[in-house]
């Protein structure tokens, strides 16, 4: 699965990528500090894109508004500071919603054969959750 | 155009210029204001040598004071709105006058009245108009002195206060908090030694957020500032540059209030580096004069349509100007605007005292 990691802070970046790499299945295919370098990135069609929401520029819920548009959107996790963006995030449709600092056991990368699986209990969950313990792979 | 600093339009819930005067319509207010002329009127009643029965002294000051206390806190009470947007001293003055004004009707009336109902006066109507106003002065007076010693330490209190709570408010906004959490926590694996340095810095910014009341000095607010700015750099990377220009020679050890230079650092941040998707400079210029020291702190504007909202969640230009003016009267100041395409703010401390707080 092709990621793409669009946060306008590059230790935030490293950290997500730093996290990424327990799981096999993931490659990094790129990072952009702002909506407007992630937006070229998209002709490399990333599969997943880890998207902060206050950027300068564009913020990452009008980008990711923009990217539902598309004949095949990306999956989009939206990771940020602030929870009061989960509702307006919500009209995106992101596979999930991270709260920085983001927790290893927490977040998880969606696999294509475990969409919907039975809804664990997280207050912030707005899609299908699997976990990086126990099960990845 | 600034931030933090907009016009009083901006504030809905600023309050008048000129808060000074309490509610004078309060019956609680009204109460006490009654109280304590009756006091004056008892000590007028029990001072020695008064000739007349000290029953009926009592009675008529009693009486005489309670019509001046309801008219003067009536006129107060009335011109309330007009007499809060003058400065103080005209403040106090007419207060002051509506006190005496009152005093002389009163008089005139109650000596009047007095006469036609058989009262035997020791002196003519001048005397005694004059005499009254001369016990109005000195007892308004000492009611004014210490009404505004309690304002001014109420007013340092609020502002205080505000200032702690700005800065607690600015130090657990998600986006500061969380993110710079986050920055340690991405540092801790690739640089323990960083990672120390950020929680370390984390620590007094929340630490001086804590004391938003206390007086700090110069050199405790730059090297507060750093740590701040180098926190957000870790942050923020390549797009945060900061240029110091610092005078060679050391410090002068000048007194300020806490958190009076920080919020300015923070300021630059919020509403030009985190919106700068290019480097962006913060240049903070300290210059020692012979009597004032300046901070200069520039940043270029970006985005400008997108201004905070008023008051934002950090410290206000406005509450700092309060708490400096609490400290250095006029002889500190703090100003804000806009030179060529840069935001400049100034803030200017006296470098002849150690400010108004020991």
Redesign the interface.
Known sequence: MNVLLVDDEPLARARLRRLLQVHPDIQVMGEAGSAEVAERALNDEPDLIFLDIEMPGESGLAWAARLRQRAVPPAIIFTTAHPQHALDAFVSSPVDYLLKPIEPRVWLPPSPERVNPPARSRSLSLGSVSRLDGSNG | MSFADLPPRAHPHTPPRNAALPAFCTPRVLLITLLLGLGVALLLAIAPGVAEDRWVRLGTTAWFVAWVVLITTGVLCGLQKPLCRLSLPWLLGGVMSILLAATGLISVLAYQSLTQLGWNPFESQTEFLLHNQAIALVVGGMGIWIFSLHWSKTRRVTAQTKAELDALHARIR??F???S???????I??DPKAAEAAVLDLASVFRAALHAGDVSTLSDEIALSQRYLALEQ??????LVVAWVLPITPLPPIAMPILSLQPLMENAVRYAA????TPCTIRIECVLGKSAVSLLIENPL??AAKLPVAGGNGISLQNIRDRLTLMFGDRASLRAGEIEGQYRVKLVLPLDGHGGVA
């Not at chain 2, 959490?181 to 540092?187: E, I, K, P, R, S």
């Not at chain 2, 870790?234 to 797009?239: A, D, F, K, M, Q």
Request: charged share 25%.
């Open positions: 998600p986006h908090l969380f993110n959490l986050n920055t340690v926590a991405a540092l694996e690739t870790w942050r923020l990377g390549e797009r985190e919106r700068s998707p970006i985005d």
